[in-house]
């Protein structure tokens, strides 16, 4: 079965870089969450989208912006990078948000290693 | 603000008994909770969730009992295999200070399953 898919899987920036995360959820499901997990540390919400419209916002810095494009993948950006913003980022998605009629069950993907020199 | 914690961050179980993973949230509007299964170098998957309208929900070989007065939920795992091993988060959803609908993780806790 097609799981959700990130890419790359591994980046490695300079501090003050741009970086841009891909994610594209599984086939027809129609939500996306990004998270962010330090080393050691709990995932984080960062924010999510439903149906191309951002319907949840957590811990996202400004310096952060993400979209949902029409064949509902997504792009999380990231500007300004600072050494903290070295850590797993994983997307999920899932039919239906958070929660509603759908199955609210989040499918994970493999996470982008990001690392700021 | 919502904050989520575990009780214990290292569970040990021999293979074949019960495991009762604990955790405690603060937002008493939270109103939706999810357990997460995380091995090592992967995504965390989903396990098992729970609306707050709801005090018990069971999946296969897992349970989540919830207790909204006290503000706290468990994960209960029949018969652990070695399998299970992994660190299992909880994560509590509800309103912000912003107003706006977050989930939030409280820190994992490690099972370890001895044979």
């Known amino acids: 079965a097609a799981g959700v898919i990130q890419s790359p899987r591994h980046l490695i920036k300079e501090k003050r870089e741009t970086a841009t995360l891909k994610c594209y959820p599984i086939p027809r499901h129609d939500t996306v969450y990004w998270y962010q997990q330090g080393p050691g540390q709990d995932p984080q919400f960062l924010i999510s989208?439903?149906?191309?419209?951002?319907?949840d916002k957590g811990s996202i810095p400004d310096r952060f912006s993400a979209q949902q494009f029409s064949d509902y993948h997504s792009e999380l950006n990231m500007s300004s990078l600072e050494l903290g913003d070295s850590a797993l980022y994983f997307c999920a998605s899932s039919l239906g948000g958070f929660p509603s009629g759908g199955t609210n069950e989040q499918y994970f993907g493999p996470g982008t290693r990001l690392t700021v020199t | 603000g919502e904050s989520v914690g575990l009780h214990l961050p290292t569970l040990s179980v021999q293979e074949g008994d019960n495991s009762i993973i604990n955790c405690a949230y603060s937002?008493?509007?939270?109103?939706?909770f999810i357990w997460y299964k995380q091995e090592s170098g992967k995504g965390p998957q989903f396990i098992i969730d729970i609306r707050s309208n709801m005090d018990k929900r069971q999946g296969q070989r897992v349970t989540v009992l919830l207790n909204k007065t006290v503000k706290h939920l468990s994960l209960q795992i029949a018969a652990t295999q070695p399998g299970d091993s992994a660190v299992y988060f909880c994560?509590?959803?509800?309103?912000?200070?912003?107003?706006?609908?977050?989930?939030?993780f409280g820190s994992g806790t490690r099972l370890q399953v001895q044979p």
């Open positions: 937002n008493s509007a939270s109103d939706y």
């Open positions: 989208f439903y149906e191309k419209m951002q319907s």
């Open positions: 994560a509590a959803l509800g309103e912000t200070d912003t107003g706006r609908r977050a989930l939030t």
